[in-house]
């Protein structure tokens, strides 16, 4: 692949993932500028590993794998670095969209699902979003290392945790506003 080739198929990879890669980013860091330096750590891994995409999965999973290899090493730069994520009063992120469309949930509550995303440990955080995104428990799987079983059964535990949370923010909202 010439370098005009390489660079077109980076931009038609971002141009395509920006968005997805943007709350992958998020699943992983709470803060702002430190996910916003990951997003780009993933564009320039995505940049050097282009060449050597053999298509032996499909490119989503690959996209999302390399985020997620990219991401963990980012993570454990910072921790050496003594930059421990720090635990923060959810962040209402109107940059993150809603889950994977076709679940029609009112703005509120969608504000409270991400509050209550972002509040999960960092393994459930990005097994969640890449469930937003629609993977299967066989592409999460490929991208994290955990079994497709380990996954299904996260997923149940973390849709719980979810729900409980939704909930629980939408009663103490209706108690205060009654």
């Not at 996260?154 to 923010?169: C, E, N, S, W």
């Amino acid at each position: 692949m010439n370098k005009a080739d390489r660079r077109q198929a980076h931009e038609d990879l971002l141009q395509r993932y920006v968005t997805p890669l943007r709350r992958l980013a998020w699943s992983y860091e709470i803060d702002p500028a430190a996910r916003e330096d990951l997003f780009q750590e993933i564009a320039m891994a995505l940049w050097t590993a282009l060449p050597r995409f053999r298509g032996e999965s499909s490119e989503r999973t690959w996209v999302y794998r390399v985020a997620h290899n990219t991401a963990i090493s980012f993570a454990a730069q910072r921790r050496r670095r003594g930059q421990r994520e720090q635990p923060v009063e959810p962040v209402h992120e109107p940059a993150v969209p809603a889950p994977q469309e076709g679940h029609a949930i009112d703005e509120q509550r969608r504000m409270h699902l991400w509050a209550a995303v972002q509040a999960l440990p960092v393994t459930d955080r990005q097994v969640i979003v890449l469930h937003f995104e629609g993977l299967s428990a066989q592409e999460i799987e490929a991208i994290t290392g955990l079994t497709a079983g380990a996954v299904a059964t996260r997923l149940t535990r973390i849709r719980q945790k979810l729900a409980a949370r939704v909930r629980g923010a939408e009663a103490a909202r209706e108690e205060r506003g009654a």
